[in-house]
């Protein structure tokens, strides 16, 4: 029987017994060890950033999430509107309206949701467990239990206008409260869900981006309606004009705070569609709506407030794809992860290797 060949250590081993007796005879290293794979790192700096690519990935959604931003916003709203129409206004017919109007929405929304997932059992795969510290798996559920009550408050509504008996009365007024509940978090969730990200100029956003979006789905479900046939609405007018008035400030807001992380949404395309966003769904129907305020004529008024609700529509569409499209600009932008600022990052120097790290004592 032949002998097995004596085993001798690499280098690395034998790199190794060194550190460990030199720590254990003078208790530190001076040696600076072996040097991993891939040596030498780069440094991070302005040019090269993170290994010469940024640290984040680009959003992967595609045309229908800002789309579907958009339709969730108004549908929300429209649901909310509808109840309070119903319950406050004792306005039927625009109750009615705005049911559909919720209808309709959450049923576009969760075909553009799962036209940008690929196929609907992805859609499906989301709502087999509930995660709350995750917008997204609460998005998920909000938006099914949504679709669900609105679903079922347009249908018992509609029975009711022919069998008004008291128990479709209860169904209704449930179903109703329940969509209307459940429409206040789907109309502005899509607002926490991108500020929740780490996309810098998004998270920077955090806190005002729920109210931010939500005003903006106020502002689209008004003018829908208002184009449906209700411009006459003084209700729906005033919501609509309060709604043009946060989106003022929002813009105002945003345009004095002078941040670099805030770039992507004043430079570039997506700058140019966030601010053409902004004008159309802030200022613009803010003054037309005020001008339709001092004018005595019924029909120039119906003008101007028709014009503020397309100009309210396409604002609130634009708003959605503007602040999409920063985020991409945003994630390429590898200088705010690292918080550079310009100034290339020094790496520390290497400190001694400390004898617990080794896992020997310190002999006396």
């Known amino acids: 029987m032949s002998a097995l060949p004596e085993e001798r250590p690499d280098h690395r081993e034998q790199k190794l017994v060194e550190i460990r007796r030199e720590a254990e005879q003078r208790g530190f290293v001076s040696s600076r060890g072996v040097m991993p794979s891939g040596a030498p790192i780069p440094r991070a700096s302005e040019q090269t950033g993170y290994y010469g690519m940024p640290l984040l990935k680009e959003p992967q959604w595609q045309w229908e999430i800002p789309l ?37 929405g959450v049923g576009l929304s969760s075909a ?99 109210i931010h979006f939500g005003m903006s789905g106020v502002q689209a479900a008004c003018s829908i309606l208002e184009l449906a046939g209700h411009s006459d609405k003084r209700a729906l007018n005033l919501l609509a004009l309060a709604a043009a008035g946060w989106e003022t400030y929002e813009g105002v807001h945003l345009e004095t705070r002078q941040e670099r992380v805030l770039h992507p949404l004043k430079r570039g395309a997506s700058g140019w569609i966030t601010r053409l966003g902004g004008v159309l769904s802030g200022p613009l129907p803010l003054a037309l709506r005020s001008v339709a305020a001092l004018v005595g004529t019924s029909s120039s008024q119906t ?21 999409v499209q920063a985020g991409h600009s945003s994630a390429k932008d590898w200088r705010q992860p690292l918080e550079i600022g310009g100034a290339e990052i020094t790496p520390l120097a290497e400190p001694p290797v400390e004898i617990k790290d080794l896992g020997v004592e310190k002999t006396a």
Not at 133 to 160: D, N
Not at 303 to 322: D, E, F, P, Q, V
């Open 68 to 104: 579907y931003f958009f339709v969730g916003g108004a549908a929300g709203s429209s649901a909310v509107i509808g109840a309070m129409a119903d319950w406050i206004g004792d306005d039927y017919e625009l109750a009615s309206h705005a049911r559909w109007l919720a209808v309709g």
């Open 112 to 210: 553009l949701l799962i036209a940008d997932l690929g196929r609907p059992s992805r859609f499906l795969n989301m709502l087999r467990v509930i995660k709350l510290q995750s917008p997204m798996s609460v998005g998920a559920w909000v938006l099914s239990a949504f679709g669900s009550m609105a679903a079922a408050t347009a249908f018992v509504k509609a029975v009711q206008k022919r069998w008004d008996w008291l128990p479709i009365r209860i169904v209704g007024n449930l179903a109703q409260f329940g969509s209307a509940t459940l429409g206040l978090p789907f109309h502005n969730y899509t607002g926490v869900l991108i500020g929740a990200t780490v996309i810098p100029a998004w998270n920077r956003n955090i806190k005002t981006l729920p």
């Open 303 to 323: 003008k101007l407030r028709r014009t503020a609700a397309l100009c309210g529509i396409a604002g609130s569409l634009l708003t959605r794809y503007g602040w």
